[in-house]
């Protein structure tokens, strides 16, 4: 008698799963994500009133990793850098997201990525436009940058049935925005970076990714696409894996970024106070 490993036993059941999931999202009428109201089944997930509620990242904000200023850019009267970039690597040169990781940003984060309301991430990647071609003129690269989605462990791959990030890079490639290339594979091994704090959040994380071929080619650029940026802890490791395969410039675009005190204090806040 052949035993099966927990593992495989579990497959059938996620599968059952995802199938019932798609069959109850076809028989149900489209709703909001933030409201739960009914929406057009043609159009985006998400309401009007709910687009037009969403927390925009607040400016002005450093020019290098988009983290708000607030008073402090007031006072100096010029634009200037937070200093919490400081420690990144010199290949990532920019970060840029459209709203702030709140309220119903937050909200529609989770629905993606825990709830699997896939149906939402063509509307996150539109809304994330502006945020990329703003990078672009940064990386000053001879031809369009490659969208890299940062990739998840293949145990929380198989559990969530889909890479959120790769969902939000394919919009954006799809919408015109660059070349999707899926050159990044993340090593077993690391836990969630939800919950941790910023020096355990990088070394959660630190060697953990590695390219998938041996050869990119010469003065390439990419842009590291997610769904949250934090302290960019797994920017900065996807950045340092593309840099030793030849990349020169590395930017970072996700569709919400949390908001974080300057007072030294590394841990996120729920909402940006000036």
């Known amino acids: ?10 497959r059938p059941l996620r599968r059952l799963g995802r199938t019932a999931s798609a069959a109850f999202d076809a028989l149900v009428p489209a709703a909001c994500v933030g409201c739960r109201r009914g929406v057009a089944a043609a159009g985006p997930p998400l309401c009007a009133l709910c687009r037009s509620r969403m927390p925009r990242l607040p400016a ?24 919490t970039c400081e420690s990144w690597p010199e290949v990532l040169i920019a970060a840029d997201a459209p709203f702030a990781f709140d309220s119903l940003a937050a909200r529609t984060v989770r629905a993606l990525k825990y709830d699997r309301w896939r149906a939402i991430a063509p509307w996150m990647a539109a809304s994330m436009a502006t945020a990329v071609e703003s990078v672009v003129t940064r990386l000053e690269g001879p031809a369009a940058p490659w969208l890299v989605p940062v ?5 929380r791959l198989r559990e969530r049935g889909f890479n959120q990030a790769e969902a939000l890079a394919r919009g954006l490639a799809d919408g015109g925005l660059g070349p999707l290339h899926c050159v990044l594979e993340r090593r077993p091994g690391g836990g969630r970076q939800a919950g941790l704090r910023g020096a355990l959040r990088r070394a959660n994380v630190q060697g953990r990714f590695r390219l998938r071929a041996d050869s990119i080619g010469d003065d390439r650029t990419a842009i ?6 934090t302290t960019g802890a797994t920017a900065i490791a996807c950045a340092e894996a593309l840099a030793e395969a030849g990349f020169r410039r590395v930017a970072t ?3 919400a970024r949390t908001l974080r005190p300057l007072d030294g204090d590394d841990s996120p806040t729920g909402a940006y106070r000036p």
């Open 1 to 10: 008698m052949v035993r099966l490993t927990r593992t495989q036993r579990a």
């Open 60 to 83: 002005p904000r450093c020019p290098r990793c988009a983290q708000p200023l607030g008073n402090i850019a007031a006072a100096a009267g010029e634009p200037v850098r937070c200093g």
């Open 224 to 229: 590291i696409v997610d769904d949250v940026l």
């Open 253 to 255: 675009v996700s569709f």
């Open 151 to 155: 990739p998840l462990a293949p145990t």
